[in-house]
């Protein structure tokens, strides 16, 4: 079975700055996929970026990058220029290529913003 | 985008009532949904694995007689509490997968439900 391991329960930046957020995972599978998602106090989740094992090239949206290292098993979160809004709660979460699997999550990093 | 509606997004009952939860895919369909338990300052837990036409698939330690769930259609998923006892009071989230997308497309989250049972 897979499982996910976020070692940073909680987690502050300054306002503008940058953070980066760690996961790691173990699996035997080759091909599976990475996502990171947000749930902010209203608890609704977000999606705020995804991967795709078998791409070498980490993805980006806007401020929000990953560095993904297959070989280590390693998924982080970088998010820049940090605003007042990213605060909330971060989980990483594994996804097999098969389909109908369900995510496997971690558990979970909150990040808090300094104004 | 896609949408996922749950229903309702917060109940208080009585102990002993049963209760339940609505999970509908208001844009598209979805033969796959699952259904997760968080508890305060805890990551999701899988439930479990709700398919359209077919018993769910329930994870190790969730008990089917107490967390009836039900895929009718291939928009509308429930989950029933019955008999409903405090140490059920939880947040409850849904998501769905559409069955159009392919498997790297992620699935598509309700907005969860707050159950407290007095």
């Known amino acids: 079975a897979q499982t996910v391991t976020q070692s940073q329960p909680e987690m502050s930046v300054q306002e503008a700055e940058t953070v980066t957020l760690s996961c790691t995972y173990d699996?035997?599978?080759?091909?599976?996929?990475l996502f990171w998602y947000k749930q902010p106090p209203s608890r609704q989740m977000i999606l705020v970026i995804r991967q795709e094992a078998y791409k070498q090239q980490n993805a980006t949206e806007n401020r929000f990058s990953v560095n993904f290292q297959k070989a280590a098993k390693s998924f982080s979160l970088k998010i820049s220029d940090s605003q007042l809004g990213d605060a909330a709660m971060y989980f990483c979460?594994?996804?097999?290529?098969?389909?109908?699997?369900?995510?496997?999550f971690g558990p979970g990093t909150r990040l808090s913003v300094l104004p | 985008g896609a949408v996922v509606s749950q229903h309702p997004s917060w109940v208080i009952c009585k102990s002993g009532t049963s209760v339940k939860i609505e999970c509908r895919s208001l844009d598209f369909q979805a033969t796959t949904m699952f259904w997760y338990r968080q508890f305060p300052k805890q990551s999701l837990m899988l439930m479990a694995t709700s398919n359209e036409g077919s018993k769910a698939t329930y994870e190790q330690g969730v008990e089917k007689d107490k967390f009836l769930i039900n895929h009718a259609s291939l928009t509308l998923s429930t989950l029933t509490v019955t008999s409903a006892h405090p140490e059920d009071s939880s947040f409850y989230i849904c998501?769905?997968?559409?069955?159009?997308?392919?498997?790297?497309?992620?699935?598509?989250f309700g907005d969860g439900t707050r159950l407290s049972i007095l």
């Open positions: 979460a594994y996804r097999s290529v098969d389909y109908g699997q369900n995510f496997v």
């Open positions: 998501s769905a997968r559409d069955r159009a997308h392919a498997p790297n497309q992620p699935q598509h």
């Open positions: 699996t035997s599978e080759s091909d599976y996929y």
